[in-house]
């Protein structure tokens, strides 16, 4: 059975911390991605990656980085986490662009 | 930008009624995938169309890709209480590995 898992389903996090979010695929798909759902918007890109050490910004990346060291794995990190940063965070990845995503459970991150 | 949207945002169905949710990219898209995400859940892939004027059907779901592969929609007749949740169409745009997402119609049915 195909799997992405992410690290954490909650996430309480303080103004101004550093914050990693860890995504794991089991299925060597070579596209990963990382979205933000929030009520009204859909989901919305943040970043993506390609290949392994290869990222491009999708719509929406202020304020966000990525880190992909090894194929299976793709981290979202929030330098320094802000309220307007609450929300679900949802990675998928991909075998290529004509395949179907898979999902994580996604992770519900609050930042107080 | 390019941009993927959906209406309506909102589908109210009363059970057994029919309903038509659409997507419109502003660009030509490579393929056109449909997801579904039930309330607490992940978005689960439906289908995938990629042939311009491309029409599946899965049980009561009909899909159907634009002429100009710049347009979708899904039909679902005599919705029923499982159909309840958000559908999402999504696409990467020719020669791009992004996957996009429109915002959604979230659907709720009055049984």
């Known amino acids: 059975d195909v799997k992405v898992t992410q690290s954490s389903r909650y996430l309480v996090k303080r103004t101004g911390e550093k914050v990693f979010l860890e995504c794991v695929q089991d299925?060597?798909?070579?596209?990963m991605f990382w979205y933000r759902q929030d009520p009204g918007l859909g989901l919305r890109l943040i970043y993506f990656?390609?290949?392994?050490?290869?990222?491009e910004k999708g719509d929406i990346p202020e304020g966000y980085s990525v880190s992909r060291e090894k194929k299976e794995r793709f981290s979202l990190i929030l330098e320094s986490a802000s309220t307007n940063q609450t929300s679900m965070y949802l990675c998928?990845?991909?075998?290529?662009?004509?395949?179907?995503?898979?999902f994580g459970q996604g992770t519900r991150l609050t930042v107080v | 930008g390019q941009q993927v949207m959906q209406i309506p945002q909102y589908q109210h169905v009363q059970e057994g009624e029919d309903f038509t949710t659409y997507c419109n990219s502003s660009?030509?898209?490579?393929?056109i995938q449909w997801y579904k995400q039930r309330p607490g859940g992940h978005p689960v892939f439906l289908i995938q169309?990629?042939?311009?004027?491309e029409v599946k059907k899965q049980k009561r779901l009909t899909f159907q890709f634009g002429e100009a592969k710049k347009n979708s929609s899904l039909h679902i007749t005599a919705t029923q209480t499982t159909d309840v949740g958000t559908y999402f169409c999504?696409?990467?745009?020719?020669?791009?590995?992004?996957?996009?997402f429109g915002a959604g119609t979230t659907v709720t049915v009055r049984a």
């Open positions: 660009t030509t898209l490579s393929n």
């Open positions: 169309l990629v042939k311009s004027g």
């Open positions: 998928a990845s991909n075998r290529g662009m004509n395949t179907e995503a898979f």
């Open positions: 299925m060597d798909h070579e596209n």
């Open positions: 990656s390609y290949d392994v050490k290869m990222k």
């Open positions: 999504a696409g990467p745009w020719v020669s791009d590995y992004k996957l996009s």
